[in-house]
């Protein structure tokens, strides 16, 4: 009976030590029994104790604080090692204790504190209570910090991007933090915030479209077309960076949270009564802002700009770009031409300004004056010829010459010739000048032809045959009488008969002036001389034969 009691207080008290004895890689307590080179002595129970630097209890950039007496948790790594003593960690203590926290803060998405304490590759190294995590240099702050030297060591909540316990991985990011706090302070500063309000800001930002002004604690776009109501090229000629401005809410958007700012609307629309101030055909000095491919904007005031149209720019320069007739900040007159105060539009001219050359030329130049320029331009139908005021005119190749043809006569012209014309009509609207170089010279035909008329009888000299008739010419006419025209007698129509120099009879059919020809007849000269013949001496029914009416007739004229 005592045996058995014996062997079972034995069985106990074994057991009793297996379950009291610390298993080897799990956290215990000890108490700090003394402090010496460095290490604190712990006695973590069952006549066990074990060693620990100092520095594995010190914070990142702090001293250990620790004390005899104290009760810590360490790692308890072995039991026995061959100095007889248990090998002990506090890292590890405080890593399995913060991994235990950082999990459970990681499932329910709450932030941790931790502290920066070094540089690594591509960021840093954050503690955060025992376990060690990377914080990327992109994950530091909303914008790119230059100096993090003021958040080294110092406590602060971040937030865990990736865990990974059996790697011992651990991603945070102080950035998100940051954003969230960022996010809740700027629902509510916009939530407050109404179209109409007029607050001060601080410029934080200026780009090419505007500037970023802070409102204290949420930023606001100002664009640069709500800066001022004159044109600006560049934010920068109305703010700089940290400059406390006033504006006024144009618009915010809660589902976004942006804002829009204005400086022009806390001013007076210059806008207003424009169209009275500038009637239309008044004339104003401006100055141009900007040049495009369609024409100039003039300011005529601060915050009011006209449109020159190219077409307006200048009367003879047709197809040049506008930065050739102006130039940016050049002070020109310009005429108001059209005001729309409703489309914030005002049409200028610059051509306006300076007479009408067509106009000034036709005062200066009626139809009949000579006028003398340079050949400017040859085409297919005819000269352009340089005139005062910039302009060109015209002459056709028909007002060449009065004998040759046109083709002909503009073989006699180059480009850069002088030559002088008349000048025969100009016409304004289609900005258009005729001119004639032949009229300078007084029309042969016209005067030869103002004697003769149709049915008068002119003698002609032959100067060309040809089958179909002959070429004949009376005082610088020129005609042509058809071989059915040679003779009332088919037997002498034939041009042979004739030779150049000859000369003859002939009757006039018609008078072309505009084609300048002669119409002549030498049968119906006959024909008449043959009718007046039969009047004058009797007709065929009284006996006489035509052979004695003719005859008669033509005794009586070589006696006349």
């Known amino acids: 009976m005592a045996k058995a009691t014996m062997e079972e207080f034995e069985a106990m008290l074994n057991e009793s030590f297996e379950l009291e004895t610390p298993e080897e890689g799990s956290v215990v307590r000890g108490t700090v029994l003394a402090i010496e080179a460095g290490q604190a002595i712990i006695d973590i129970g069952y006549k066990m104790e074990g060693r620990v630097d100092l520095k594995e209890f010190a ?97 602060q909540p971040f937030q865990i991007l990736k865990m990974d316990r059996r790697r011992g991985n651990i991603v945070v990011s102080r950035r998100a933090v940051l954003e969230e706090s960022r996010a809740e302070q700027r629902a509510e500063i916009v939530g407050k915030l109404k179209e109409g309000d007029i607050i001060d800001g601080v410029v934080k930002n200026v780009t090419d479209y505007g500037a970023f002004v802070d409102l204290g604690g949420v930023d606001g776009l100002l664009h640069v077309t709500d800066m001022a109501w004159r044109r600006v090229n560049h934010p920068s000629e109305i703010v700089n960076i940290g400059e406390t401005v006033k504006v006024q809410v144009v618009k915010v958007n809660n589902d976004t949270q942006r804002i829009s700012l204005g400086m022009k609307q806390l001013m007076s629309d210059p806008w207003d009564g424009v169209e009275a101030k500038y009637p239309l055909g008044s004339k104003w000095s401006g100055r141009v802002t900007n040049i495009t491919d369609y024409g100039a904007f003039v300011e005529l005031e601060a915050g009011v700009e006209g449109l020159v149209h190219v077409s307006e720019m200048s009367w003879t320069k047709k197809n040049v770009h506008p930065g050739k007739i102006v130039s940016t900040s050049q002070e020109v007159e310009v005429i108001v031409l059209d005001v729309d105060s409703s489309k914030r539009r005002v049409s200028l001219g610059l051509k306006q300004t300076q007479g009408n050359p067509w106009e000034v030329f036709a005062e200066k130049h009626p139809n009949g004056t000579r006028v003398e320029g340079e050949v400017k331009n040859i085409t297919e139908f005819g000269l352009f010829i340089g005139l005062e005021g910039d302009i060109d005119g015209m002459v056709h190749l028909s007002d060449l010459d009065w004998s040759r043809p046109g083709e002909q006569a503009m073989q006699d012209y180059k480009k850069g010739d002088m030559v002088e014309a008349v000048v025969l009509d100009v016409d304004v609207e289609k900005e258009r000048i005729s001119l004639g170089v032949k009229q300078l010279e007084g029309d042969a035909f016209a005067d030869a032809a103002q004697g003769v008329r149709r049915g008068s009888v002119v003698t002609v000299t032959v100067t060309a045959i040809e089958d179909g008739g002959i070429e004949v010419e009376h005082e610088g006419m020129k005609a042509f009488i058809r071989r059915s025209d040679l003779s009332r007698d088919r037997s002498d129509q034939r041009p042979e008969r004739f030779a150049v120099g000859d000369k003859t009879d002939a009757r006039v059919t018609s008078v072309d002036t505009k084609a300048r020809r002669l119409g002549l007849s030498i049968k119906a000269l006959q024909i008449a001389e043959e009718r007046e013949a039969v009047e004058q001496f009797g007709s065929s029914d009284s006996g006489a034969s035509l052979g004695d009416i003719l005859g008669a007739a033509l005794k009586e004229r070589n006696e006349g």
Do not use: C, Y
């Open 59 to 155: 914070k990142p950039g702090h001293d250990a604080e620790i004390n005899i007496g104290d009760t810590v948790e360490v790692f308890l790594d072995r039991v026995e090692n061959t100095k007889g003593e248990a090998v002990l960690s506090r890292d590890k203590a405080r890593r399995e204790e913060a991994w235990d926290r950082l999990e459970k803060a990681n499932d329910k998405g709450e932030r941790v504190e931790g502290a920066i304490f070094s540089r690594v590759k591509g960021g840093f190294t954050v503690d955060l209570g025992g376990a060690v995590a990377f914080l990327p240099g992109s994950q530091v702050d909303v914008r790119p910090v230059r100096d993090v030297g003021p958040l080294m060591g110092q406590p």
